[in-house]
């Protein structure tokens, strides 16, 4: 058990103390305010107050945590053993609030205050501190609370935290189920008329010979996605698009015969999560909707999301999907740039800023997506393959969860995709080796 003095216990207080210890390290926190009451505790302590004659790790609160409202904090950033860190501070242990600078990091602070927006409406990767002072790729809120471990055993000899082990789970979201079977005389017809009208000869032929079972449909994928997770005995989750109507919305209908028998079959073999449209985030009734149609498939509660085009404004969309019973949320990680985007690998629970509390959502952040690394950051294979290797290997150090965000055109092996399966390949190979292979992670 951490025992903390500090005086008010204030909801940011309690978030960031027990994201740090029992979200990250398993360990258990208990806060004081009586003098005695600390001075008899057991275990590690820290002095998390102004009063400078106390036992225990000293750290002077910087204030952001017994705040109740958000304004702009200027990006003051200093290094500590090797790290980047935030929210300096004076005569204390460490140089910086360590607690202040978790709270801001994981509630994405940042993106509740104003500025421009990409044309998706979404946070822009590039205005984020991670990405302005180049620490993306560094769980750093992971890295900070082992480092807070090992000053900790070092005050309280025989004592020690249980460090975590690390995860891998394989995520996918099947936004367009196939390219060109199964969609319906009308719209097959339609689509063959405008590759004609259009002159695109190739792309006629290969929607012909799909059509007429000639050849194989290049999205479909799935023979080789689920044999390879049970070769690799790792539990996916796929996320499905029910909604049709709208530029950005292009599934199958939800009472698509195809369609519903994949989703039977898909949630066989893995967990199953909502992929609200693009469009709901203009209308929030069609979250509900898009559930009750995942819900009716599959029989059973939807408790899994994550936003079509990663539409994630905060804390709007979370509200909105709370409001529908979603438990687990798989959006936090940005299109345009692999890394952690709230500095965290670990699955941790939402803290609403706006209503100054934490919530029953539970955030599970991902580090890469395919169209990330060829669509954005114009990678070849070989280099999207080391790229994942280095945030493997940065959450692994730290026992942290690595999310991957794949789908299933990019394992086609054709066209703009050609050579990306082997990077699917690559990632599950050092995924599943560093799984079985660390039962003890070491310190950063």
């Given at each position: 058990?951490v025992?903390?003095?500090?005086?008010e216990?204030?909801?940011?207080?309690?978030?960031?103390?027990?994201?740090?210890?029992?979200?990250?390290?398993?360990?258990?926190?208990?806060f004081?305010?009586?003098?005695?009451?600390?001075?008899?505790?057991?275990?590690?302590?820290i002095?998390?107050?102004?009063?400078?004659?106390?036992?225990g790790?000293?750290?002077?609160?910087?204030?952001?945590?017994?705040?109740?409202?958000?304004?702009?904090?200027?990006?003051?950033?200093?290094?500590?053993?090797?790290?980047?860190?935030?929210?300096?501070?004076?005569?204390?242990?460490?140089?910086?609030?360590?607690?202040?600078?978790?709270f801001f990091?994981?509630?994405?602070?940042?993106?509740?205050?104003p500025?421009?927006?990409d044309?998706?409406?979404?946070?822009m990767?590039?205005?984020?501190?991670?990405?302005?002072n180049?620490?993306?790729?560094k769980?750093?809120?992971?890295?900070?609370a082992?480092?807070?471990?090992?000053?900790?055993?070092?005050?309280?000899?025989?004592?020690?935290?249980?460090?975590p082990?690390?995860?891998?789970?394989?995520?996918?979201?099947?936004?367009?189920?196939?390219?060109?079977?199964?969609?319906?005389?009308?719209?097959?017809?339609?689509?063959?008329?405008?590759?004609?009208?259009?002159?695109?000869?190739?792309?006629?032929?290969?929607?012909?010979?799909?059509?007429?079972?000639?050849d194989?449909?290049?999205y479909?994928?799935y023979?080789?996605?689920?044999?390879?997770?049970?070769?690799?005995?790792l539990e996916?989750?796929?996320?499905?698009?029910?909604?049709?109507?709208?530029?950005?919305?292009?599934?199958?209908?939800?009472?698509?015969?195809?369609?519903r028998?994949l989703?039977?079959?898909?949630?066989?073999?893995?967990?199953?999560?909502?992929?609200?449209?693009?469009?709901?985030?203009?209308?929030?009734?069609?979250?509900?909707?898009?559930?009750?149609?995942?819900?009716?498939?599959?029989?059973?509660?939807?408790?899994?999301?994550?936003?079509?085009?990663?539409?994630l404004?905060?804390?709007?969309?979370?509200?909105?999907?709370?409001?529908q019973?979603?438990?687990?949320?798989?959006?936090?990680?940005?299109?345009?740039?692999?890394?952690?985007?709230?500095?965290?690998?670990?699955p941790?629970?939402?803290?609403?800023?706006?209503?100054?509390?934490?919530?029953?959502?539970?955030?599970?952040?991902?580090?890469v997506?395919?169209?990330t690394?060829?669509?954005?950051?114009?990678?070849?294979?070989?280099?999207?393959?080391?790229?994942?290797?280095?945030?493997?290997?940065?959450?692994?150090?730290?026992g942290?969860?690595?999310?991957?965000?794949?789908?299933?055109?990019?394992?086609?092996?054709?066209?703009?995709?050609?050579?990306?399966?082997?990077?699917?390949?690559e990632?599950?190979?050092?995924?599943?080796?560093?799984?079985?292979?660390?039962?003890?992670?070491t310190?950063?």
């Amino acid at each position: 058990m951490v025992n903390v003095f500090t005086g008010e216990v204030t909801p940011r207080k309690e978030y960031a103390f027990r994201l740090l210890f029992e979200i990250i390290l398993n360990d258990v926190v208990e806060f004081h305010s009586d003098r005695e009451q600390y001075l008899c505790s057991n275990g590690p302590k820290i002095n998390y107050s102004g009063e400078r004659d106390l036992p225990g790790l000293s750290i002077q609160p910087h204030g952001l945590l017994s705040e109740t409202h958000v304004q702009f904090y200027p990006a003051d950033l200093l290094e500590w053993e090797g790290e980047k860190a935030l929210f300096g501070i004076n005569d204390s242990d460490l140089p910086f609030d360590v607690f202040a600078a978790a709270f801001f990091l994981s509630t994405r602070y940042e993106e509740y205050l104003p500025g421009k927006r990409d044309r998706h409406q979404r946070f822009m990767a590039r205005n984020s501190l991670a990405v302005q002072n180049h620490f993306i790729e560094k769980p750093l809120i992971n890295i900070w609370a082992f480092k807070l471990a090992d000053l900790l055993e070092q005050q309280a000899p025989g004592y020690r935290f249980q460090r975590p082990v690390f995860r891998y789970i394989p995520t996918f979201d099947i936004d367009n189920a196939w390219a060109f079977k199964n969609k319906g005389f009308v719209r097959i017809s339609g689509s063959l008329f405008r590759d004609l009208a259009a002159g695109r000869w190739k792309l006629f032929r290969k929607r012909l010979s799909v059509v007429f079972r000639f050849d194989k449909d290049p999205y479909d994928n799935y023979d080789f996605l689920l044999e390879s997770l049970k070769k690799s005995q790792l539990e996916p989750i796929f996320f499905f698009l029910l909604q049709n109507k709208g530029k950005h919305d292009r599934s199958l209908p939800h009472h698509n015969s195809s369609y519903r028998r994949l989703i039977l079959r898909l949630a066989k073999q893995g967990k199953v999560g909502m992929h609200p449209s693009y469009n709901s985030n203009k209308n929030p009734r069609l979250i509900k909707k898009e559930k009750d149609r995942l819900e009716n498939i599959i029989g059973r509660k939807v408790k899994r999301s994550r936003q079509h085009y990663l539409k994630l404004t905060m804390p709007k969309t979370y509200r909105r999907l709370i409001q529908q019973g979603i438990e687990k949320d798989y959006t936090m990680g940005y299109a345009s740039r692999p890394g952690f985007r709230a500095s965290i690998c670990t699955p941790y629970p939402f803290f609403d800023l706006l209503d100054n509390q934490i919530t029953s959502l539970k955030i599970y952040p991902f580090q890469v997506m395919d169209v990330t690394l060829l669509n954005y950051r114009n990678l070849r294979a070989l280099d999207a393959i080391a790229k994942i290797r280095t945030l493997l290997k940065q959450t692994a150090e730290v026992g942290g969860t690595f999310i991957s965000l794949w789908h299933n055109e990019s394992l086609s092996d054709e066209g703009h995709w050609a050579g990306w399966r082997t990077v699917y390949t690559e990632m599950i190979q050092m995924a599943v080796e560093l799984r079985n292979g660390q039962n003890h992670p070491t310190h950063p």
